[in-house]
């Protein structure tokens, strides 16, 4: 069938041209109405329009066999674990505590909470737990992450997108939360009696020809066909596609860095696009009791991380910093850091994509967690 290929085609175009609109007013517009969820929600309008369901195209066997592990490796083999070292241990130690809150968070809650209707109907009754894990990976590691991780837990198309608009509101408000934050380092340092407040070295910049991105497209293809041709398993095929993104990034010197980064962006968008061909707008809804939760989930990140920082002795600016690396991405976490000190900002960018590498992982922890402890 040629429509649900057409409809995706023309979404992804528009998005990502919009998205690259220098123009104040469609700028607005992406500031809250992110490019990963307009591509999801147009196919869905037009779906809807059309009354037709594309639920069950050959297009979504197709992403899945070869769109989403593009995408996986494509943004695994964006991070250079040569630069991890600059940051230095305080700091990813900080900024795993983070992750590893978002991870387990909703299993200690669950379980402490399993008799109330939150927990007992919300969660179990309709579902709202297979939501849990796309959380989990679009906070860690973003929007590859949480795709990866809906497909692998089965999340309905009406949760997901519940996950997705709340998503995005809390994700808005935290980063405007977190420039608040970090302009208050310096006090949170005084208050709880930081001493270790010195600027991490410089981030080697990579230099030297790079890779012509034909041929990074055909590395990574190749790859992702011969994966297909000898692993049925989904869950295997991300494992040994995310380990082989990193191999890739570290022993090939050529390899281009940015390039990979800006063709997974690209991916996720297309991957989005499929996916919104599944959702029926009709069965969207709006859990206030659920958004009431992901609230103390996420300052609940917060305030451990800050535990973890005065256990350590470390600036306490590395606390948004951290959070907008799990929680915002390659996008904010840096333009955060410029607001308390710009030459931190390289930094940010690394843990971002640490975030982007890792959540996949937190994911299938949580999914693990969930079904051996909760459900």
Known sequence: MIVPWVI?????????????????HIKSIFDWVPAILLAYIIPAIISYVLNVDYSQATIHDFSKDYFIPLA???????????????IGLKPLLVFASGSLFIAVFPI??????????????????????????????????????????????????????????????????????????????????????????AIPEDIRVETGVKLNPMVSIAIILGIVVLCNFLIESFVAKVVLLSF??????????????KFALKAGGILIIVVMAILGLKLQIATLGFNMPFLGFLVVWLVGHFLFMILIAKLLNINMAWVPIASMANVGGIATAPAVTAAYNLKWMPHAIVLAILSMATGTFWGMLTIWLLKNFVI
């Open 244 to 257: 082989l993104g990193l191999v890739i990034s570290n022993f090939i010197k050529q390899w281009n860095y």
């Open 8 to 24: 995706a085609t023309i979404t992804v175009i528009a998005v990502y041209f919009l998205d690259r609109w220098e123009n104040r």
């Open 72 to 86: 996986i490796i494509a943004v695994m083999s964006s991070l250079s674990l040569t630069q991890l070292k600059a």
């Open 108 to 197: 200690v809650f669950l379980l402490l909470f399993s008799e109330t209707d939150l927990v007992s109907e919300i969660m179990i009754q309709e579902g709202y737990w297979l939501g849990l894990p796309p959380i989990v990976g679009s906070w860690i590691g973003g929007s590859t992450s949480q795709l990866v991780l809906k497909e692998l837990v089965e999340c309905p198309e009406n949760i997901f997108l519940t996950v997705l608009v709340m998503d995005n509101i809390l994700v808005n408000i935290w980063t405007i939360l977190m420039f608040q934050s970090i302009k208050k380092s310096d006090k949170l340092n005084a208050g709880f009696k930081v001493t270790d407040i």
